[in-house]
């Protein structure tokens, strides 16, 4: 599924239209971001918690030469799926 599918299904579930589906949608994502951003975390009970995991750094190697290389610490969005979510899906 994609954005233009997603906010397809959304306008249809909510009974809104596309226009107002797709502004929902893009207000999430902006407001997740800015959270993220702000190193704070968005759980949503009964889906999942979305965070930011760092990552340190650490010593890698280029595959096409072997030659090692050092990979600069970083920050990277975390999404783990609640247990309702889980246990929706098995």
């Known amino acids: 599924m994609n954005k233009t599918e997603l906010v397809e299904a959304i306008a249809k579930q909510a009974g809104l239209s596309k226009k107002d589906s797709e502004a929902a949608l893009k207000a999430f994502i902006e407001t997740v971001q800015k959270t993220l951003k702000k190193g704070d975390k968005v759980q949503l009970v009964g889906f999942g918690t979305f965070e930011v995991a760092k990552r ?6 280029n595959p096409q030469t072997g030659a090692t290389m050092k990979i600069k610490a970083s920050k990277a969005p975390k999404f783990k799926a609640g247990k309702a979510f889980k246990d929706l899906l098995n």
């Open 56 to 61: 340190s750094a650490r010593e890698g190697r």
